[in-house]
T-cell receptor, first 110, second 113 residues
Framework: QQPVQSPQAVILREGEDAVINCSSS?????VHWYRQKHGEAPVFLMI?????EQKGHEKISASFNEKKQQSSLYLTASQLSYSGTYFC???????????FGQGTELSVKP | NAGVTQTPKFQVLKTGQSMTLQCAQD?????MSWYRQDPGMGLRLIHY???????DQGEVPNGYNVSRSTTEDFPLRLLSAAPSQTSVYFC????????????FGQGTRLTVV
């Protein structure tokens, strides 16, 4: 039931781009994306809803393929502040139940 | 505006002891959840609540109890702590059941020896 994220880890240089993928075996209502810095709580980035609506961060983009139950997070022109662990969370047909993937650790080097 | 508040921030328990992790939110959110975070495992849902008096199990509910008597509070009880429950615990709340941002507390780091 837990969505699967890939890659598990990625190392970038400042200014490079990255894509993080999230896939589920279940029909989804929405996909959430969060970022967590070491020792801190996860922080909301974006929600993608079934039907195409998106809510969230202006500088980070994402896509949601409803037929394949997959989402991708696009980080362009990465900055040092992008470093952290990124989690996707998925909602099915059960309200209030948000299930997270195992996370993708992103490191941006100068 | 405090948001989601968890107490304590750190706790060490002996095997077999019981304790309650506290979670309170002041945003009038109906939906609240407890997660545990272990290295390489991501955030795993323990229990969640869709309103006062209504709770349900998540992915890893064994060894944990919850109740929700008020909208604001959602305590997590460990009845008999085990070393396998050593983890970082996060409480989260959201306004809606679908498609709404989850707000997280700062976490409780629990060690069971």
């Amino acid at each position: 039931q837990q969505p699967v994220q890939s890659p598990q880890a990625v190392i970038l240089r400042e200014g490079e781009d990255a894509v993080i993928n999230c896939s589920s075996s279940k029909a989804l209502y929405s996909v959430h994306w969060y970022r967590q810095k070491h020792g801190e709580a996860p922080v909301f980035l974006m929600i993608l809803l079934k039907g195409g609506e998106q809510k969230g961060h202006e500088k980070i983009s994402a896509s949601f393929n409803e037929k394949k139950q997959q989402s991708s997070l696009y980080l362009t022109a990465s900055q040092l502040s992008y470093s952290g662990t990124y989690f996707c969370g998925t909602e099915g047909n059960q309200g209030g139940k948000l299930i997270f993937g195992q996370g993708t650790e992103l490191s941006v080097k100068p | 505006n405090a948001g989601v508040t968890q107490t304590p921030k750190f706790q060490v328990l002996k095997t077999g002891q019981s304790m309650t992790l506290q979670c309170a939110q002041d945003m009038n959110h109906e939906y609240m959840s407890w997660y545990r975070q272990d290295p390489g495992m991501g955030l795993r849902l323990i229990h969640y609540s869709v309103g006062a008096g209504i709770t349900d199990q998540g992915e890893v509910p064994n060894g944990y109890n919850v109740s929700r008597s008020t909208t604001e509070d959602f305590p997590l009880r460990l009845l008999s702590a085990a070393p396998s429950q050593t983890s970082v615990y996060f409480c989260a709340s959201s306004l809606l059941g679908f498609g709404a941002e989850a707000f997280f507390g700062q976490g409780t780091r629990l060690t069971v020896v």
